[in-house]
């Protein structure tokens, strides 16, 4: 039986960069998910009879909500479901599936690389036919369809079997229990030399990837051991848990910092590498050296060409505004495209639909490409494992030859998390009221060159996305960016990126923060950022 419940709406269901992130006790007042999902229904046409895709990272309430959003899609008239078994599917995976198998959408619940737990993040984003999230027209309206939301609809049936794989119904409506790790372990066989990277693994070649207690393990324990046959206990916390181990599922220096001494120690496997709470980001260190993720961003482009999947040569590349400009160099020596966009994965699907661009990054530890529409962690890994496998080559020696080819971008983000929303937005709003008159200014002995606030014109479908964070730009190539992130739950993050060009080879092995000491002094300098957040230190250094 249908039911159609009456509720009331709430006025804070406003997705951001990817989809609606909140505590779990918020997800869990009465008819929130509820609400959010049949928003989603709601802003959306032409589904009747067609595939929804469900899955998440396996974090605390991940089943309760994939039972709802089961439910729901019965009642609201789709003709089936996939769902991965035990209500996982990473979030590259679930892009995958959605467009292998040709799918209306999908409903990803994530909170990415935030904490999971009875008191802590929870997420619902909606992807498009593409695989890809939902562009902003389509967040918009679900945004404005919950503050008006009267009812929804579910169907009152048994919950459906979320660990049997096979086919079930739910009022009429197809549910199929799919093996989550099948379509995307055989999609990653299509792109990559797995013959060149068991060999290199059968030569003794050492491999280390914590998976963070995160939806990424499964995964990882297929490919990286069971296919390609690296030894038995490559992977770590393979197990994807509620809580994720009560550890941060964040692939930083921070929260992988075990990974990290691992990797600096003498006797260091000759390649690291983590994933995120839903899969789709990465963290690459190799023996004695962390690669940051624009230059990943940057060497995955310059090499891709030596993966079967990318031999025919890159259309373009993309990175987000905030990302180092190091890709830039190797875009221009390649003579292909270069598009700078906002932060947020879903401003590359118009160009990877277009055909624009085949390799796309994020500073965030995001990095991807055409074969799907996220960013994509174990991808990243796998492209890693087979430019080592074909150039037989050291991460530090790639690395160190790399920069001597294009210069060394200096790079680095701070963090100022859950700052007061009040103190964060009104530091944003001083620096766009200073942006005009800091051209021709000198701080340190740097001079501005341009300032702005960054805005994105699409040039596939025209769009236009204001108010993308504030760039100052010096003489020289240095570069400071500060921009609010949207995946936070309480308070604001303030992320501040701090990059120096250099292109002198007998300057490339300086400290990354003491090279770039004075262009942080100046970032406090400009943006008043000790006195307005009342932080003498940055939470989280990358």
């Not at 690459?284 to 050296?289: L, Q, Y």
């Not at 830039?328 to 994965?345: H, S």
Request: proline share 4%.
């Amino acid at each position: 039986m249908i039911k159609t419940v009456s509720t009331t709406p709430y006025s804070d269901q406003k997705p951001g960069t990817s989809g609606l992130r909140k505590k779990v006790p918020v997800f869990q007042q009465q008819n929130y998910a509820e609400n959010f999902i049949q928003s989603i229904f709601d802003s959306l046409e032409g589904f009747a009879g067609q595939t929804l895709v469900i899955g998440g990272d396996g974090r605390y309430y991940n089943r309760e909500v994939i039972q709802i959003a089961i439910k729901m899609a019965a009642a609201n008239g789709f003709g089936q479901v996939l769902v991965g078994r035990g209500g996982i599917l990473s979030t590259p995976a679930a892009s995958n599936v959605i467009r292998k198998h040709k799918a209306f959408g999908g409903i990803i619940l994530s909170a990415s690389h935030n904490p999971g737990g009875p008191t802590e993040d929870f997420g619902i984003k909606y992807n498009i036919g593409n695989g890809g999230p939902a562009p902003e027209k389509i967040t918009d309206a679900i945004f404005a369809r919950t503050k008006a939301i009267d009812s929804y609809k579910i169907a009152d049936a048994a919950d459906v079997n979320l660990d049997l794989e096979g086919t079930q119904t739910v009022e009429g409506m197809t549910v199929t229990v799919i093996d989550p790790v099948a379509d995307y372990a055989e999609l990653m066989e299509q792109l990559f030399d797995f013959a060149a990277i068991r060999k290199m693994f059968d030569g003794g070649f050492r491999v280390v990837f914590d998976a963070m207690s995160a939806v990424t393990g499964p995964y990882a324990k297929e490919i990286i051991e069971n296919r390609l046959g690296a030894p038995k206990g490559s992977v770590l916390n393979f197990m994807p848990l509620p809580d994720f181990g009560g550890h941060h599922p964040d692939p930083n220096l921070v929260h992988a910092r075990a990974l990290y001494e691992t990797m600096m120690a003498d006797d260091a496997p000759d390649f690291g590498a983590a994933s995120d709470g839903d899969g789709d980001r990465n963290l690459v260190i190799g023996r004695g050296i962390f690669v940051t993720p624009s230059d990943s961003l940057a060497m995955l482009a310059a090499n891709a060409h030596l993966a079967p999947g990318y031999a025919k040569g890159l259309s373009g590349i993309a990175r987000s505004m905030p990302t180092s400009g190091a890709a830039d160099r190797v875009a221009e020596k390649l003579g292909i495209g270069m598009y700078e966009t906002p932060t947020g994965w879903k401003f590359f699907g118009n160009l990877l639909d277009a055909g624009r661009v085949t390799i796309c990054g994020e500073e965030s530890a995001g990095t991807g490409s055409n074969h799907v529409r996220e960013k994509d962690g174990l991808w990243a890994v796998l492209l890693w494992l087979n430019v080592l496998a074909v150039r037989k080559e050291s991460v530090i020696d790639i690395v160190r030859e790399h920069w001597a080819t294009y210069g060394r971008n200096y790079y680095s983000r701070h963090d100022y998390e859950e700052v007061d929303s009040a103190a964060a937005n009104g530091l944003m709003a001083d620096l766009r009221a200073k942006l005009a008159d800091l051209p021709g200014k000198s701080f340190g002995g740097l001079t501005v060159e341009t300032a702005d606030d960054f805005a994105y014109h699409d040039p596939i479908d025209k769009s236009v996305s204001e108010h993308q964070g504030v760039r100052i730009l010096f003489s020289g190539g240095s570069r400071i960016v500060f921009r609010l992130s949207g995946t936070g739950t309480s308070g604001a993050t303030l992320r501040v990126y701090i990059e120096r060009f250099e292109p002198d080879a007998a300057r490339h092995d300086i400290e990354t923060q003491t090279a770039l000491a004075d262009l942080i002094t100046i970032a406090d300098e400009i943006a008043g950022i000790k006195s307005r957040t009342g932080r003498d230190a940055p939470s989280v250094i990358t």
